[in-house]
């Protein structure tokens, strides 16, 4: 499943970069109220929005898997708490020294636009519900509400996928941050180094990227896009990851797509994956252009103009 995109004149060596885009793995479910349908009580609790003791072991179990492969990671989340804890914890589980993770721009739903921001509170109320309908729901502990919250939020999921302004925006981000690795895969990794880059993000993200990018390539060499989600298996577990290889050696480049989920991977048996570049750099560019309007800025970068190191 290899794919060759170019080559660059930056390098001369041999370098392996792996991109992972991940979703941040389990956390508790925040605070809120529950109302017991028998008794009419209301229940309330001020939950933590940090990582469940599940969280943070299948976030280092996620690093120790990568230490094979790998020379070293670094660590890029959004800016939310539990992003960055996520991967943090994978730094960890690999076995390096606990970092200042690298913040990513464009993977929170507040950096979306006025439509997605609706979009999330149409969908709220949905999840609330679906977790709601738990008979004990409100008594649960922490631990165990977090498990049925996780659960119920496939139905607002959906909901947001529909959305198809929703979609483009949470693409344009995740792909900002992967174009921008993509260089520094091709001009800042040491010689024979071999990289771990996990960009750790939420829901929906990895969802809307690829169903924005994604190709799939059959036997005969017809390259199709998916439109639905469950073409792709359906949503993303907490701390599951679509890896993106890029091999470079001397001034050749190729690169090669995969899920880390088995069960999702073998969904395309005999089928090759890659994703539409062009698209990818398109996203890119939007992104930047939507929020230097947004922050009343100049675009600090030009279409058709590399990207400066």
Known sequence: MSEHIG????LTHNTETDIYLMRHSNRFGGKGEWT???TSEVIKWNDTEDLTPEGKARAREFG???RGEHNSVVGVGSMEGRAAETASDIEEGFGQERGQVNQASGITYKELGPDGQAMLKAAKPLIQAKAGS???YGRLSPEERATVRQGAQEVGL???LKDMAFRAEAAEGLAFNLWLLKQFAEKGVTPDNKVAMPIVNHGLFNESFLLETLEVEDENGKKVKLSDVDDIGGFFAPAEAFKIKIKRNGSNEKVECSFTDPNR??????KKLSLDWSKVEELFYKFEERMATRENRVSRFKRGERLEE
């Open 36 to 38: 017991d349908p028998a």
């Open 158 to 160: 959906r909901e947001g």
């Open 265 to 270: 991977q073998a969904i395309f048996e005999g």
């Open 134 to 136: 738990h008979p004990e």
């Open 7 to 10: 080559s660059s004149e930056k």
């Open 64 to 66: 120790l898997d990568l």
